[in-house]
């Protein structure tokens, strides 16, 4: 059985509480970029005590780059071979960058045909209550309740039992895990959601009791996923996932005056994907962080994650925040607007910077990312060969 909280060693429940919060200085988040040990994350990350780098926050909301992060490792002097799982890693998350801006609203439905129809488009309550049964997922979910943030593997085991034991479509739990993700990036939840749920890849992702046990330190032997990979498939709906609701949360944004902008100065746009505090940090420029209630009410976010996004805001010196639309702005300005380009934010007017891209010599779309990794990872050993 899973130790609950209050059973935990002394020296466990500080590891817990630790967790909890998530840094938001900016010399604090660079800092922890030099802390990773890409060694140990190899080996480890998989574990619910391994050696993660929690920066995916900090990705997500723009604070730091994927090319940030692999010079860093690069200065550091780690190597394409010691450091590979980790870039590998990175590059799934550019993978699925790029497949958004090639795929557009397509990555919002299925982009392969389900194996079976799903029973519904809504989520189990039991998960929403962090009481599937399974007792390490509930844990998890109860901590991600408190710190906005869930270890992968686990996201992994979450949406392989709503979808695929309890045969909900991906749509509605995802909505839900992305409403409460500190790190919510709409191409990386979606299309995570999808390759568990088989809609990405055409083949399903099941874990049962025993895998649980292993990476998440559990002991347990009484839940509905207590057996043969070969019986998971053909169990029946387990009664702690039949009673299913609709999940319609609102996102909260605080009330806002229209930012005072100085005509002769371009005014640079930040949204909640874009908060890096060195971008054209030197411009004499407005600088207002959007945050459009139409954008909020298509993909709600808690409170918790508004807070962060406002907390990481503070980086960024002079900066004005605005809760309003793009259109309130641009009637009263007429002066050039700038902005990076992102797929959730192509409408924007004016200039756009190029995104980010770890990988930007590599153009042409890749509908599954192992072939796209090949091309990463020979571009990794190329720029090796040149340092030397």
């Keep these: 059985m899973f130790p609950s909280e209050n059973n935990l060693p002394e020296q466990n429940l500080e590891k817990i509480n630790s967790m909890e919060g998530f840094v938001t200085s900016y010399e604090e988040i660079l800092d922890l970029v030099e802390k990773i040990d890409p060694v140990k994350y190899g080996t480890s990350r998989n574990y619910i005590d391994g050696a993660v780098t929690r920066l995916s926050p900090y990705i997500s909301r723009g604070v730091i780059s994927l090319p940030e992060i692999k010079n860093s490792l690069s200065q550091r002097g780690f190597t394409v071979h010691n450091a590979s799982k980790l870039l590998q890693e990175l590059s799934w998350r550019e993978f699925y960058q790029r497949s958004w801006f090639y795929l557009k609203e397509a990555i919002f439905a299925d982009l392969k045909p389900a194996e079976e129809l799903p029973l519904h488009y809504k989520i189990q309550r039991s998960v929403i209550d962090a009481n599937t049964g399974v007792e390490a997922i509930d844990q998890q979910i109860e901590e991600l309740y408190q710190t906005g943030y869930m270890h992968n593997h686990v996201r992994m085991y979450v949406a392989s039992v709503c979808c695929n034991i309890g045969r909900a479509h991906w749509s509605g739990p995802a909505r839900w895990l992305y409403y409460h993700l500190l790190d919510g990036d709409l191409a990386s939840n979606c299309l995570s959601w999808q390759w568990v749920a088989g809609t990405f890849n055409g083949k399903k992702y099941y874990a049962n009791q025993d895998n649980i046990n292993n990476y998440l330190r559990s002991s347990q032997k009484n839940s509905f996923l207590n057996c043969s ?98 259109k309130d702005i641009r009637a009263g300005f007429k002066g050039e607007i700038i902005s990076i380009e992102h797929p959730a934010f192509m409408y924007y007017p004016g200039t756009k910077d190029p995104y980010p891209w770890m990988f930007p010599m590599i153009k042409s779309y890749s509908p599954s990312f192992f072939p796209f990794w090949k091309k990463c990872e020979k571009q990794l050993y190329k720029e090796s060969l040149q340092s030397k």
């Design 229 to 326: 990979y070969e019986e998971l498939p053909a169990i029946d709906l387990p009664e702690a996932l039949q009673d299913i609701v609709d999940f319609t949360p609102e996102t909260s944004l605080p009330v806002t005056p229209l930012p005072a902008l100085d005509p002769a100065k371009p005014l640079l746009l930040y949204n909640s994907y874009n908060l890096h505090p060195q971008w054209r940090k030197d411009q004499d420029a407005n600088r207002v962080l959007l945050l459009e209630p139409s954008h909020f009410n298509d993909f709600p976010v808690s409170e918790k994650v508004v807070n962060f996004i406002l907390d990481l805001s503070k980086n960024i010196d002079g900066l004005q925040i605005y809760v309003g639309e793009i």
